[in-house]
């Protein structure tokens, strides 16, 4: 028989070879080791105090009572120290690995009746030493049950015990909600009165479920309805018909653990009588059964944690689809509250339309476009969006929420705030219907919503026959990069990067294109007096995406490269010929493209005047041709003010090509 006490273990690094990663959780990593003087294969626990310094009082707690403990059935500690800014824990190495491990890699659908009596039986013997010294574990699941090469069973973690005799803020602890929801009791997610040891009984008895399905029961829904199954439902148990395989005596071992009231759960000790144990085997029996022909434990951690991963990554991509969809179910509040957002989102998306329709043919822009939903990021939505309305409601959708406040009524509502904590079901979900904390008022947020659902839709609507889902998701926003910006009815700086309010990482294309489109200048300006007959008031309305914005720089950044002095319309004194030269060249060359421009909508007007001159001579019948014929006065009217004002571009044009030639002459 081992004798820890007669060994000195060494508490320096530097004695201990690390070989490969056996373990982690959510506060540590193990590794299997060498105790180079001692020549004993080791595990250590490596614990990141960096990374957990808000729960250094629970790891001490964990080391000191590791280190406490004598039990042949609890995981001890031989000793622990500082590495850098690790704690190490040094304990014997457990080469089976965890219950759950083994079912992982080898018992997906759970163990035979006499291993679980086995490994219950030794798990129950050292709940009757824990609970005789005050303490409860408060962790008892498969995970935490760990096997050694010898068969021997030994209960590990206690990250999260808590000790009977402790007073002050270790006592309140035993009120707190920990430990993992599955194999949480009722008790312990209410509350109401604090726990004992009988919430390790409770645990124990789900720990029997595990080990005989190969999953706890409710393992696969989300922690809240987890909740919500263990507080409403009755307890879970053996079912008669499908689990025949196994005795009356553990379906009733099983039952007495389960009962909702916790004093009337037998005590560990009494538990151990029960005649469900006296089917227990020796720890050879774990090892000629269980433990023969697995792999070693780092290659099956290795393959659970690959498999683990494909798992993972499904779930990922499945629940980024159904989020999208949510998103756009309901409606732009779930994504963005912020006006200037919004208008520049909408705007992406009309970008995004056109080059999308144009580029549908191929297919190839569709296969960005599906890497750029995957890469939907945060970053190009606010903050609060993705933390709690996403997240909140899509969660609260899926896990009902609203069901669970209803059926708690009669419970502390502590634990569900608790929950709503840790999973992102906060408070500010009710916010999102009413203030969204952005200044918005609630029907300010409604008239976005509308506004932006519409723009959605026609957007769906463009895309005819395209798979509703498709178009009904949110990629559009999340496209911006690449998209080539053309024609000059897109002010290239409406959007300042100051009017993205509250998020500087964020990358609209008009940023990114600005300075390349200074060029068009001129001709953008020479459209928007075309547009807009008070000719360029500094807010000018222009149209961006679905949206019409206004732009207070527009104006001042219109003509940078212009080299003429506003006041006087000439050269300015202190540029040289040749740049004069060069300068005069193109505005020539933007005037030819005008005039020609120019000439199309003159001889555009002309025929459409004549038309209309036409059916102007038609004599009115009623009070609503009246009314479109006064319309038709109006718009002639219109036309022929925009004829003269292009007949005086046309002259201001052949003035200036006139000096162009004349300076071009002088230089020569
Ligand atoms: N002595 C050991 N020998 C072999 N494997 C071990 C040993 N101790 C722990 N492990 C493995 O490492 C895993 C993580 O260890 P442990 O549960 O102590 O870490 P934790 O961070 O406290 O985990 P949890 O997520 O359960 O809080 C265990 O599930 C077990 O599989």
């Given at each position: 028989m081992e004798h820890p006490l007669e060994k000195r273990y060494p508490v320096s690094a530097q004695d201990y070879k690390l070989y490969e990663e056996v373990g982690d959780g959510v506060s540590a990593t193990v590794f299997r080791a060498l105790c180079i003087p001692l020549n004993e294969i080791v595990a250590i626990k490596v614990l990141d105090l960096e990374k957990c310094n808000n729960d250094l009082d629970g790891i001490c707690r964990e080391v000191q009572t590791m280190s406490l403990i004598d039990h042949p059935n609890l995981l001890s500690a031989h000793c622990s120290f500082t590495a850098g800014h690790c704690l190490w824990v040094v304990m014997p190495y457990m080469a089976g690995g965890s219950c759950l491990h083994i079912m992982k890699s080898a018992y997906p659908e759970g163990f035979e009746e006499p291993v679980i009596a086995t490994l219950l039986r030794e798990v129950l013997k050292a709940l009757?030493?824990?609970?005789?010294?005050?303490?409860?574990?408060?962790?008892?699941?498969?995970?935490?049950?760990?096997?050694?090469?010898?068969?021997?069973?030994?209960?590990?973690?206690?990250?999260?015990?808590?000790?009977?005799?402790?007073?002050?803020?270790?006592?309140?602890?035993?009120?707190?909600?920990?430990?993992?929801?599955?194999?949480?009791?009722?008790?312990?997610?209410?509350?109401?009165?604090?726990?004992?040891?009988?919430?390790?009984?409770?645990?124990?008895?789900?720990?029997?479920?595990?080990?005989?399905?190969?999953?706890?029961?409710?393992?696969?829904?989300?922690?809240?309805?987890?909740?919500?199954?263990?507080?409403?439902?009755?307890?879970?148990?053996?079912?008669?018909?499908?689990?025949?395989?196994?005795?009356?005596?553990?379906?009733?071992?099983?039952?007495?653990?389960?009962?909702?009231?916790?004093?009337?759960?037998p005590a560990s000790e009494k538990l151990l009588k029960h005649h469900f144990f006296k089917h227990a085997r020796s720890y050879d029996y774990l090892v000629h059964t269980i433990l023969d022909g697995l792999a070693p434990l780092g290659e099956r951690l290795l393959k659970t944690k690959e498999a683990d991963l494909l798992v993972q990554n499904k779930a990922l991509y499945e629940d980024k689809e159904q989020l999208s969809q949510q998103e756009y179910i309901k409606g732009i509040s779930a994504w963005n509250f912020n006006l200037e957002d919004l208008k520049s989102q909408a705007a992406i998306?009309?970008?995004?339309?056109?080059?999308?329709?144009?580029?549908?043919?191929?297919?190839?822009?569709?296969?960005?476009?599906?890497?750029?939903?995957?890469?939907?990021?945060?970053?190009?939505?606010?903050?609060?969006?993705?933390?709690?309305?996403?997240?909140?409601?899509?969660?609260?959708?899926?896990?009902?929420?609203?069901?669970?406040?209803?059926?708690?009524?009669?419970?502390?509502?502590?634990?569900?705030?608790?929950?709503?904590?840790?999973?992102?079901?906060?408070?500010?979900?009710?916010?999102?219907?009413?203030?969204?904390?952005?200044?918005?008022?609630?029907?300010?947020?409604?008239?976005?919503?509308?506004?932006?659902?519409?723009?959605?839709?026609?957007?769906?609507?463009?895309?005819?026959?395209?798979?509703?889902?498709?178009?009904?998701?949110?990629?559009?926003?999340?496209?911006?990069?690449?998209?080539?910006?053309?024609?000059?009815?897109?002010?290239?700086?409406?959007?300042?990067?100051?009017?993205?309010?509250?998020?500087?990482?964020?990358?609209?294309?008009?940023?990114?294109?600005?300075?390349?489109?200074?060029?068009?200048?001129?001709?953008?300006?020479?459209?928007?007096?075309?547009?807009?007959?008070?000719?360029?008031?500094?807010?000018?309305?222009?149209?961006?995406?679905?949206?019409?914005?206004?732009?207070?720089?527009?104006?001042?950044?219109?003509?940078?490269?212009?080299?003429?002095?506003?006041?006087t319309g000439g050269p300015s004194p202190n540029v040289t010929a040749c740049a004069i030269l060069s300068?005069?060249?193109?505005?020539?060359?933007?005037?030819?493209?005008?005039?020609?421009?120019?000439?199309?909508?003159?001889?555009?007007?002309?025929?459409?005047?004549?038309?209309?001159?036409?059916?102007?001579?038609?004599?009115p019948s009623s009070a609503r041709e009246r009314e479109l014929q006064s319309q038709l006065f109006q718009l002639q009217q219109r036309i022929g003010d925009l004829a003269g004002e292009l007949q005086n571009q046309k002259v201001k044009n052949l003035q200036l090509e006139k000096q162009l030639h004349a300076l071009g002459n002088n230089k020569v």
């Open positions: 009757v030493y824990l609970h005789a010294h005050g303490h409860i574990h408060r962790d008892v699941k498969a995970g935490n049950i760990l096997i050694d090469s010898n068969g021997a069973v030994k209960l590990a973690d206690f990250g999260v015990s808590a000790c009977m005799f402790d007073s002050g803020d270790r006592q309140r602890s035993r009120n707190t909600f920990v430990g993992t929801p599955c194999w949480m009791a009722p008790e312990v997610m209410q509350q109401l009165h604090g726990y004992d040891f009988k919430a390790d009984i409770w645990s124990l008895g789900i720990t029997a479920l595990e080990l005989a399905h190969g999953h706890a029961p409710f393992s696969k829904y989300p922690p809240m309805k987890v909740l919500l199954m263990t507080l409403q439902n009755a307890p879970p148990g053996l079912d008669y018909e499908r689990d025949k395989r196994f005795s009356k005596s553990f379906k009733e071992m099983v039952a007495t653990c389960l009962v909702k009231d916790p004093k009337k759960r998306i009309q970008y995004y339309d056109d080059v999308s329709n144009a580029e549908d043919q191929d297919g190839s822009m569709k296969q960005m476009e599906r890497s750029d939903v995957e890469g939907l990021s945060e970053e190009r939505m606010s903050p609060e969006t993705v933390t709690t309305s996403i997240a909140a409601a899509s969660q609260e959708d899926r896990l009902g929420l609203h069901d669970l406040e209803g059926s708690l009524a009669s419970f502390p509502i502590k634990p569900l705030q608790a929950l709503k904590g840790c999973f992102d079901i906060g408070e500010d979900d009710k916010g999102a219907n009413g203030s969204n904390g952005k200044g918005f008022t609630g029907s300010e947020s409604e008239q976005l919503i509308i506004k932006s659902s519409r723009a959605m839709n026609q957007n769906a609507g463009k895309n005819e026959g395209e798979d509703s889902r498709q178009s009904s998701s949110l990629p559009r926003q999340a496209i911006p990069e690449y998209k080539t910006f053309s024609g000059s009815l897109m002010p290239d700086n409406t959007f300042s990067s100051r009017k993205v309010t509250g998020d500087e990482d964020r990358n609209f294309p008009q940023l990114k294109f600005q300075s390349d489109r200074n060029y068009s200048g001129p001709l953008y300006r020479q459209r928007r007096e075309t547009n807009n007959t008070d000719n360029a008031s500094e807010s000018a309305v222009v149209q961006r995406g679905r949206f019409k914005v206004t732009s207070a720089d527009l104006s001042s950044k219109g003509a940078t490269n212009c080299i003429f002095s506003p006041s300068s005069l060249q193109y505005i020539l060359q933007q005037n030819t493209v005008q005039r020609e421009e120019l000439i199309r909508l003159i001889k555009y007007l002309e025929q459409t005047s004549g038309k209309l001159g036409d059916l102007t001579e038609i004599p």
